[in-house]
């Protein structure tokens, strides 16, 4: 005599259970993103010092390294969203975002998209493989 025995319920609950709680989790992903972006962008320049048109001076970045602070502006500019239910992400920027991120013909590229996300990974990785709260 052949036995079945068949979890489908039990695995129904715990994804509904773990769906429930990824909106949440996503959210403070985007939150984390949201603070790295801060820390990589919210630093002074190692490149060439210029005059500030309203007066004082600011160190520029050096080609390759992430923008520096200058106005706060691009710093600033980003908010926490999550794409979809599950997706953490940024949203914003400023219009000059992209020509600093990627470069341009008349200056060298700022990168800092991929050092915002390396410095969140390890945060966000622990926020995703935190117990889930799971009942049956």
Do not use: C
């Amino acid at each position: 005599m052949l036995i079945s025995i068949n979890l489908s319920t039990i695995a129904s609950q715990a994804v509904a259970q773990v769906e429930a709680e990824l909106p949440a989790r996503a959210m403070q992903a985007s939150h984390i993103l949201k603070n790295s972006s801060q820390e990589i962008l919210g630093h002074e320049g190692g490149g060439r010092t210029y005059r500030k048109p309203a007066g004082g001076s600011y160190s520029a970045s050096a080609p390759g390294s992430p923008p520096a602070i200058r106005t706060g502006t691009l710093m600033r500019s980003w908010r926490p969203i999550v794409f979809g239910q599950y997706n953490p992400g940024l949203e914003g920027g400023t219009p000059y975002a992209g020509f600093l991120e990627y470069g341009t013909s008349k200056m060298a590229a700022r990168p800092f998209v991929d050092k915002i996300v390396e410095l969140s990974e390890p945060e966000i990785t622990a926020i995703y493989n935190a117990p889930y709260n799971l009942h049956f």
